[in-house]
């Protein structure tokens, strides 16, 4: 009798241990936002549902910077971009000469985000070129396990955002292939995206230029040039996505005007259900606030206005999110 | 008795038909080329031998034209593309004065294979631009659904290679991931790859244009455009894996020059076991015979000849392959 009561007992332990195990998204408050995602996966999973998508179709894209991870003080490419163009200055006395390079290196990256950002985009191809990918691959691996965030005082790669470490896993939980698609370079988020968010590389879209084969004595290698940049933001999103994709995803993520395209593409007319949420930085203690702000990274003005008619959620940092970062 | 030595009989007939069922590439001739496969995916599938490869590497890389459906008379592209110009000449009177489309409709290819091809790749482009990758998608499927070709008297997507059909399966089932590569237009290919090859379109690359993002009245669209052509063929195709993938091949499979450096790529200082293959056309009876022969498409020259120094594996059409095509 006593041992039926405590196999019992047991059995309800184990019961409340496994439920809460499996809770999803743990880190987000119960509020609208997390309702909002579950009853998302919870509708395009039930094959019983007049809402169901095949797994085939389930293609969740995310935004990098600012959405998967911090974007300030600045995004996290231009904190190496310019070590990077410090380290390998006394091999470029052109460089002196270059006003672009030369305001990056003094830390005034106002005149770079002049044009849709083509200072900017400039300096992360130079600092990229010159070299085989190989070569590129072990600058930004050294970089990630010796440089600390300013504020956060710990590697970058120790940044990403808990909640949304949390979103990326239960999509895949629920047969979901999870993307990334940012304004990041190609080759410098495929060195960390597993490792750090679960993404294989092939599944990492970002802004990119040509890269030429070439066979060596010692194998084949492939040559980072700066020509044809492709910035991979605004409609260059949806643009990607076609292109090395060639499906209409069915969610979208992000936090900034760059994103709008993306969130237009997988929601509106899209013959599957379909979720766009936007993660509006709110918290100034445990992290950043801004929207409007001129000049900072990640301006989120006429997304954000757009979102209450395209039925996109909005994330509330503040409100909506337990914790920050993992730990 | 009976009963038990009945059973006995059934379950020895069942396990032979079963054993002949999970038989791999049954539609090769037990050779070498057929051993060779099936010894490559073995080794790199062994979890216990020393040249296991994970399953997130297993990436292999298929030619279309040549290496899973024929080339011949002409590559099934140039058919859709010649049948396009002509059913939208009277909408373009301005294609009167250009000589590459007169070509084209003369049925005269020779001066679009000049240059590498580059007129060839011209009048796919025009054939493919002027429109939303919607619309593209529905006159490549009207293509299929009506066209017949010359001489197997099938519509096209009914002639892919049987054994290489197999192939693909058999990689897929021991936790591969099939990409096609090829010179053939991207957003073609990916009208058919997932009905007749089982590829779905996150996994095809092909010669592609630029395409602009639009939000219309009724949706958000892609325009097909000239702008940027980007030939994959020749070093175009480790470029391409490079940007689309990320990730190093270890087996790909090819039928002409034009897949020398994807074989290259994808085998020589490869850090795992690699497989490299070429099917040669030498069926004149079944299929076609060519190699060197000029001007036909598909020239096999250089990579036949490097193919004994590299290790690649080189498909007698003639003798390999017991059927051609699926029935």
Chains 1, 2 share one sequence.
Do not use: C
Not at 205 to 210: F, I, K, P, V
């Amino acid at each position: 009798m006593i041992r039926h009561a405590l196999l019992t007992l047991g059995w309800i332990l184990w019961s409340a241990l496994a439920a809460h195990a499996v809770e999803p998204l743990s880190s987000w408050n119960d509020g609208a936002s997390r309702r909002a995602i579950i009853a998302f996966v919870k509708k395009v999973t039930d094959e019983k549902g007049g809402s169901f998508v095949p797994p085939s179709e389930r293609i969740a894209v995310f935004d990098n910077d600012g959405t998967l991870w911090p974007e300030n003080p600045v995004p996290f490419q231009i904190s190496f971009t310019i070590d990077e163009l410090k380290r390998r200055l006394p091999d470029h006395p052109e460089w002196k000469s270059d006003k672009d390079i030369q305001a990056a290196l003094a830390g005034d990256l106002t005149p770079l985000l002049l044009e849709h950002y083509k200072g900017l985009f400039y300096i992360i191809f130079v600092a990229g070129t010159g070299m085989t990918s190989g070569e590129f691959d072990q600058n930004v691996r050294r970089w990630f396990a010796t440089a600390i965030h300013p504020r956060f005082k710990k590697t970058y790669d120790r940044l990403a955002y808990q909640p949304m470490q949390e979103v990326l896993s239960y999509l895949r939980a629920n047969g979901f292939k999870t993307y990334i698609v940012s304004g990041g370079g190609l080759d410098f988020m495929r060195v960390f995206s597993e490792r750090v968010y679960g993404v294989v590389p092939e599944h990492v879209l970002g802004s990119r230029t040509d890269v030429v084969y070439e066979l060596r004595e010692d194998g084949p290698v492939l040559l980072k040039t700066t020509n044809h940049p492709f910035v991979d933001d605004g409609p260059g999103k949806p643009e990607s996505i076609h292109q090395f994709i060639g499906r209409r995803p069915i969610a979208a993520f992000g936090n900034s005007d760059g994103d709008k395209e993306m969130l237009e593409y997988t929601t509106i007319g899209n013959p599957f259900p379909s979720l766009g949420l936007i993660v509006h930085h709110t918290d100034a203690e445990r992290e950043y606030v801004y929207d409007a702000k001129p000049r900072s990274s990640g301006k989120l003005v006429t997304a954000l206005a757009d979102a209450p008619q395209r039925g996109w959620v909005v994330v509330d940092m503040r409100n909506d999110w337990r914790s920050i970062f993992s730990e």
